[in-house]
């Protein structure tokens, strides 16, 4: 555990080493309240279920921004030679910076919690739903970083890293929509709304956690994690 430590520290702290960090953080902020506030006094009661479901266009954008720098400028650098030959385990890097990048954008999701705690102010908020929409928007932004950090090993270029970042996070969960769902049949539809990100999140955004989305996101998740430590170890 020393070595996930050592990269966790080193890869967290880098986020506030300059001020994108900090920048990130406020225009995350600023966006979600901007976005909520301005349908609020046209909703007939007290719920955040308007915010949940800005959350995954929102995370399409915004953690491809996190996870693009962390291989690609460790490659643009040439220090991803110099992580290999540290007394470092592929997996303990992967996992120091995976947490490190799920850690800060935890931060980002708890700047939000002043709007659940204004509107069980003006009305009745339902507790029950709120967290559970907490918890799965918090899966669904680990699941993108999965896929992003994944994705960030194929180039030493950020933009590149974020371009096919956002492409992917977008695809899984567009191919859930309705209007895609109703071109397919059978086999194919059932397929594309069982992998899709969209069709689990909205479950458990609802206020129903379902084992079932839970092993999803845990599974997609591993999956990316585990295909980034095979990528590396090739590398390596």
């Known amino acids: 555990m ?7 520290k080193k890869e967290f702290l880098s986020y506030f080493n300059s001020t994108i960090g900090y920048l990130y953080l406020i225009v995350f902020t600023a966006l979600n309240f901007w976005l909520f506030f301005r349908g609020f006094f046209l909703m007939p009661e007290a719920d955040l279920r ?12 915004f953690i491809p921004a996190i996870t693009m720098r962390l291989w690609a400028e460790e490659k643009k650098l040439g220090t991803v030679e110099l992580l290999f030959t540290l007394p470092l385990r592929t997996h303990e890097i992967i996992f120091g910076k995976f947490l490190a990048a799920i850690s800060f954008f935890g931060i980002s999701l708890l700047l939000t919690l002043p ?4 509107l069980s102010f003006l009305g009745n908020l ?10 799965g928007s918090f899966l669904l932004g680990c699941t993108f970083i999965a896929l992003g950090m994944f994705l960030s090993g194929f ?13 992917f996070c977008f ?13 397919l049949s059978g086999f194919w539809a059932d397929l594309f709304s069982a992998i899709s990100v969209k069709t689990h999140f909205e479950s458990i955004a609802r206020g129903v956690i379902d084992l ?3 092993i999803y996101y845990l599974s997609f998740i591993s999956l990316f994690v585990y295909f980034n430590f095979l990528h ?5």
């Open 115 to 118: 709007l659940p705690i204004i």
């Open 155 to 167: 180039t030493k270029n950020q933009i590149v890293a974020f371009i096919l970042a956002a492409t």
């Open 126 to 135: 339902d507790w029950g739903r709120t967290i559970s929409g907490y918890i």
């Open 212 to 214: 079932r989305d839970i």
């Open 50 to 61: 308007p915010l949940f479901s800005m959350f995954p266009i929102i995370f399409v954008i």
């Open 232 to 236: 590396l170890e090739v590398a390596r």
């Open 2 to 8: 020393r070595g996930v430590k050592a990269v966790f």
């Open 171 to 183: 695809l899984f969960y567009i191919i859930g929509e309705d209007a895609i769902i109703s071109f």
